[in-house]
């Protein structure tokens, strides 16, 4: 009888499995969330998905949104253990007839399917190498991965969420490609690339991918033949700005593995013309300076970016390098690196990670 009454009651307590109350949409303001997450505000965001778990209006795939959005806030602000803990707290398989909406026909007449969305998928993969478990996060990569290219297959589909779930494959190699490239795995790298390259070879980004692991393994000819291709597959006068400037980043590239660091920072100030919120021109530029020894102007030039761009500047690598250069340029670093610090207080979105200043 103890047994009968414990499983009774879990029934009772799992809101997946209590009976609907009602049959309306989501209760809450998903495009108030999404507008916190946009602006980085993930506290603000914990609180309001706080306040509408306590609802009692919610059907099962409100609590599946829900803790998609709590999760995807702790992981931002780091975490990853009260994310992972979150997850887990489903206490079940995301394949489990329990996250089906046909297991509902009540309150989803008519309807079937998972209820389990793909940002769920990919935080449950990606967790375990942020608490030290990188094994895991690559078999549930390459899991994810197989279900994605499986969904592709599936004859009935239809053509828009087919797109959808290539978008999505493409989004999983990349992150597997990063995974493998930051590993120094870059042979793994360069397999998952060209992968990709036989359904889109035509590609500049895939393309100009290609050539930065070629550059990091030493095939500057490979890379350049990398680079001459996107050149060639996307003559000038047809390309957007955006284009024009990943063109111009690549050659600026080859100029800086010649040790030409002149001919690269011309190559960044046109791009930077062109678009002056392009953060990676800025970046390389200000480097680039760095190392033919004008510390001053790298300075003036990041320093300029975090002014007068701030929501794209203000990333750690950038703050990272510009720390570093106070470090060499000035004997109170301290004090300089301790004001950037407090400037970043106030502007910074919730996730952004202070310790980079390295006060």
Known sequence: MAGQGETET??????????????LGLPFDVPSLLSLARRGQWRALLDAVADARRGSHLLPHHHVACLALSSLALSKLRRFSDAAAEIDALDASFDSPRFR?????????GRSGSMIPFALRFLHADLPQRLGSRSVTLDRLYGLLDLVQSKIQEKTVAAPAADR?????????????????????FEVALALIRQLLERDPSDPLLLSRLGYVQLQIGDLTGAKASFARVVSLHPEGERTVE??????????????????????V???EECIERDPADVVALNNKALCLMYSRDLSDSIKVLEGALERVPTGALNETLV??????????YVNHGDVKKSLSNWIAQVAPDDFDPSCTRI
């Open 10 to 23: 879990a029934a009772v307590s799992d809101p997946l499995l209590s009976p609907p109350t009602s049959s």
């Open 101 to 109: 909406f046909e297991t509902y026909p009540a309150a989803y007449p």
């Open 165 to 185: 779930w290539r978008r999505r494959e493409a989004f999983v190699m990349a992150t597997l490609c990063c995974n493998h490239f930051s590993h120094r795995e």
């Open 243 to 264: 284009l024009e400037n990943l063109v111009g980043r690549n050659r600026a590239l080859e100029f800086i593995v010649a040790k030409d660091y002149t001919a690269a």
């Open 266 to 268: 011309r190559e960044y």
């Open 320 to 329: 990272m390098n510009l720390c570093s250069m106070y470090e060499l340029a």
